[in-house]
């Protein structure tokens, strides 16, 4: 059975930062694009950023760009997303998807159930 | 940036048929991938590939896609259908995924 767990939310300061980890199980991580996609409290769905199987391509949404940085540990099946500097306006539920068949641009055929970052003082 | 168009919501008779509309440049031109999200539970694949189904999403659900306009269709509608649903796309311009801004479906 394909599992995503996310971790590691919770309340920051606006200008904090925060290191989400994604565990997966079920499936060949290392074989698939990873991405991690939030929800704001009462809104729509907004993709974050994505990497490559090996880690060596990555990309980001232009609101999060050098701030948040996406990784991977293919040897302990788990997907990472460092925030920093964080805003009020990162505020979200984040989730964990994988990219079906390995494409990057892939639809997300599995979720995880996501973690909550709250940024506020 | 490529933007997706969606009506904000839609309420369908128990049994009768919904439509949720997509609306972007040439969607044609690309692949459209349909999501369910039920309140407080993550998003579910319901049609990838614009008309795919996968395994366990009932053939109720169907989708298509032409011109401006990708469209997604519940038929006998169901009380458990009743969720948001978004479409979404992949933007080669800026290498991005992109979502529709959502489709609350209301079951009367």
């Known amino acids: 059975e394909v599992q995503l767990v996310e971790s590691g939310g919770g309340l920051v300061q606006p200008g904090g930062s925060l290191r989400l980890s994604c565990a997966v199980s079920?499936?060949?991580?290392?074989?698939?694009?990873m991405s991690w996609v939030r929800q704001a409290p009462g809104k729509g769905l907004e993709w974050v950023a994505n990497i490559k199987q090996d880690g060596t391509e990555k990309y980001y949404v232009d609101s999060v760009k050098g701030r948040f940085t996406i990784s991977r540990d293919n040897a302990k099946n788990s997907l990472f997303l460092q925030m920093n500097s964080l805003r009020a306006e990162d505020t979200a539920v984040y989730y964990c998807?994988?990219?079906?068949?390995?494409?990057?641009?892939?639809?997300?055929?599995?979720w995880g159930q996501g973690t909550l970052v709250t940024v506020s003082s | 940036s490529y933007v997706l168009t969606q009506p904000p919501s839609v309420s369908v008779a128990p049994g009768k048929t919904a439509r949720i509309t997509c609306g972007g440049n040439?969607?044609?031109?690309?692949?459209v991938h349909w999501y369910q999200q039920r309140p407080g539970q993550a998003p579910v694949l319901v049609i990838y590939f614009d008309s795919d189904r996968p395994s366990g999403i009932p053939a109720r659900f169907s989708g298509s896609n032409s011109g401006n306009t990708a469209t997604l269709t519940i038929s006998r509608v169901e009380a458990g259908d009743e969720a948001d649903y978004y479409c979404q796309v992949w933007d080669s311009n800026s290498d991005h995924y992109v979502f529709g801004t959502g489709t609350k479906v209301t079951v009367l």
């Open positions: 040439n969607i044609e031109s690309k692949s």
């Open positions: 079920g499936f060949t991580f290392s074989s698939y694009w």
């Open positions: 998807a994988r990219a079906s068949s390995g494409g990057s641009r892939n639809p997300l055929d599995f």
